[in-house]
């Protein structure tokens, strides 16, 4: 696969208050189990979508105000809910940014509605593959 790489321009960087971290968490939903509770929380301001480190690590990503965990934030965590699992067939066409079509869907979450965020998973291995708006 091609690599990508390009510069972020970091605009800030602090840590995060408690009031502001609570806030966060409440909007990860079944996600806040990506920051732990004696975590240390730095926000990122750049020109791409905001990030969070958590104890140093980019876990979650803010789009449009609203947080979600990146794909190495999902990795760190059991995903019980807002899943797709795509066929193994899909896999390279949703790592390049195409969209889950119904035909590459072998699974999901039964409780999806529209205009929810997601995580795709591959078929077999069931790991993190991307987020996405449905």
Do not use: H, W
């Not at 990122?44 to 789009?63: K, N, R, S």
Request: aromatic share 4%; charged share 35%.
């Amino acid at each position: 696969m091609d690599k990508v790489c390009f510069k972020l321009k970091i605009k800030k960087r602090y840590y995060l208050k408690k009031k502001k971290l609570r806030e966060v968490q409440e909007k990860l939903g079944d996600y806040a189990e990506v920051i732990g509770a004696k975590s240390k929380v730095e926000i990122i301001e750049t020109d791409l979508p905001d990030i969070l480190l958590v104890d140093g690590e980019p876990l979650v990503m803010m789009l449009d105000g609203k947080p979600l965990p990146t794909v190495k934030g999902a990795l760190k965590m059991d995903i019980k809910s807002s899943y797709v699992v795509v066929d193994m067939g899909a896999v390279k066409f949703v790592a390049k940014g195409a969209d889950v079509m119904s035909p590459g869907i072998v699974d999901a979450d039964p409780s999806i509605e529209e205009e929810i965020s997601l995580l795709s998973l591959k078929r077999v291995i069931k790991s993190p593959l991307q987020l996405e708006e449905v």
